[in-house]
């Protein structure tokens, strides 16, 4: 079967043509989905956010509906974006209710890959309620075939819950950075707690509780939930593996720790007052603490509060106010066009996973008729560049974030994600001198090998020297079937012996 939307995902109604499909042969992927009960596989499958798998095919959309909010976070400065669910940035226009749904349907229709809409600042959704739910009400009579998420800081969700449920709003996000009124008073100065604002411990505390009531009467009702934490260095990093349990025990389905982002031209308390983010290294070792007890979501993007698209791309202006204004919709005629790419997507999902379940199948009996242990090989960091659709489909120089798996002896996994500026640009955001090819060189650290659809002469050179393997063979394949191709022959030339040191193998 042909799926026509895998490479990118198109601005018309047409899908794009061509292109490879992904499989998800080996990870963390299909780890994820394959042990849950139909009823939330049905939930979660073509969520981008609480699916790493979906978000190769399917987008989501905010609108920026909600712009006040009813507590401080340290980590954020009301003129950007909702630290909660985004990058620092600025929304480019908060929305009427009306202007909403209208462009809601305009994406809809326009990207058919769009299953998700969801409110998630700029302030939060649920001190904004008649926005947030004048919005939620018209979408699920208008635009039925979407599903309707909402991210909060918690502080007002008890009261919310009834209204959520009564939107068959079904995937609903708490920011829980903390469960103890200690940690919190170092990262909320204040919360607005009926009418009065309550400072430091006593109102972290207030908004903790409320967090943790919120969650309790979510998942009684199978609502899934998802949390997301801001690993702030040397305030909660040493807390959040204890959240991860208490939230897991109360029912929360996933468990998203990002990375604080703290830059002092935001005008933030942190950034301004120089508090550190984590590197990639310390994100990934939390995250790797915390999923003994939880599904880790790694994938996040970090959005803005006016996202759309595909997780990691933002084609907002696209769908500017004026351009909405022009376009004629048929919701009608865009529903029938939207379940068969959906159908088709899935089709599709579904066939490579049995593709996956049968090669582990006869690898493990081929290993068992041989008798053969399997060999111990040391896990090896990859980086892809990727414009979607699970296929290694972009130019090194292009790539504004890299993928990065991790391929051993039991697979392929996904790790996360690091930005960076495409070296095509040649300037750096970060740091005065620092060039664009430096600074990625410095994102891929500990990286051995990087897939990209092409990757030119210049840069060869330097990420040799640094001890990544440049790789362009793998244009167009599916990125965890070329990460285990690449991995199977470093293995067959006995690179991956784990008395030799990683840079010593890279050629
Ligand atoms: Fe938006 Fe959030 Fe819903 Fe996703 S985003 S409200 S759950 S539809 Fe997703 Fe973006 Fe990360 Fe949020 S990648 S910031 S987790
Ligand atoms: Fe900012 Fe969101 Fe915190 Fe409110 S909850 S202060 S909008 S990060």
Redo the contacts with the bound molecule.
């Keep these: 079967m042909d799926l026509p939307v895998i490479n990118s995902i198109p601005s018309s109604g047409e899908p794009a043509a061509g292109g490879g499909c992904a499989s998800h042969s080996c990870g963390s992927t299909d780890d994820q989905l394959g042990h849950l009960p139909e009823h939330i596989r049905a939930k979660v499958h073509n969520h ?2 609480y699916s790493e798998q979906a978000h190769h095919y399917f987008a ?1 959309m ?1 609108v920026a509906v909600a712009p006040a909010c009813n507590i401080q976070c340290h980590y954020c400065n009301r003129k950007y974006d909702c630290s909660n ?2 990058r620092p940035g600025v929304v480019s226009e908060v929305l009427t209710p009306e202007q909403a749904v209208k462009k809601v349907m305009a994406v809809a229709a326009n990207i058919p890959q769009m299953t ?1 809409l ?3 600042g700029p302030g939060d959704p649920l001190a904004n309620p008649e926005r947030t739910f004048a919005t939620f009400r018209e979408l699920s009579e208008k635009a039925p075939d979407i599903k309707l ?3 909060t800081n918690g502080l007002a969700l008890p009261e919310s819950v009834e209204e959520l449920a009564k939107h068959n709003i079904d ?1 609903v ?1 708490i920011t829980i950075n903390c469960v103890d009124p200690d940690v919190g008073a170092q990262i909320y100065p204040w919360v607005f707690w009926n009418n009065r604002r309550v400072m430091g411990r006593e109102g972290a505390a207030i908004l903790i509780e409320q967090q943790q009531k919120g969650l309790e009467m979510l998942t009684a009702r199978g609502i899934l939930v ?1 949390v ?1 934490s801001v690993m702030i260095p040397g305030v909660n990093d040493q807390h959040l593996a204890e959240v991860s349990k208490v939230v897991k025990a109360k029912g929360a389905f996933l468990h ?1 720790v990002m990375p604080l982002i703290a830059e002092p031209e935001h005008g933030t308390f942190y950034g301004l007052m120089g508090q550190a983010s984590p590197t990639p290294e310390e994100l990934q070792a939390l995250q790797d603490a915390c999923s003994g007890d939880m599904n880790m ?1 790694r ?5 803005r509060a006016d ?1 759309v698209g595909l ?1 990691g791309e933002d084609r907002g202006l696209e769908f500017t106010l004026d351009k909405i204004e022009d376009m004629e919709i048929d919701y009608a005629a865009a529903m029938v066009k939207r379940a068969e790419v959906h159908a088709q997507i899935a089709q599709e999902l579904e066939q490579k996973e049995q593709e996956r379940q049968f090669q582990a199948q006869a690898k493990a009996a081929l290993i068992a008729l041989r008798g053969e242990p399997e060999v111990t090989t040391r896990p090896v960091l990859m980086a892809v560049s990727t414009k979607g659709g699970g296929v290694i489909n972009e130019h090194f120089g292009h790539a504004r974030e890299f993928l990065v798996y991790e391929a051993s002896g039991n697979g392929v996994r996904f790790i996360g994600h690091r930005k960076t500026t495409p070296y095509c640009e040649g300037g750096s955001s970060c740091g005065e001198g620092e060039s664009a090819l430096d600074e990625t060189l410095r994102v891929l650290k500990g990286c051995e090998v990087v897939l990209s659809a092409k990757i030119g002469f210049e840069p060869w050179a330097p990420l040799e020297a640094a001890g990544i393997q440049p790789n362009g063979e793998h244009a167009m394949e599916p990125i965890e079937e070329a990460i285990a191709a690449v991995y199977a022959e470093m293995r067959a030339a006995g690179r991956l012996d784990a008395s030799i040191e990683p840079q010593q193998k890279v050629a």
């Excluded at 994938?299 to 959005?303: A, F, T």
Aim: a positive charge; hydrophobic letters at 25%.
């Design positions: 981008p956010c989501r905010h669910e985004s998700v969801g409110i998630a998420c909402v991210s995937h996000t998802k997301n998203n979501m994938h996040c993007r970090q959005c996202a997780l």
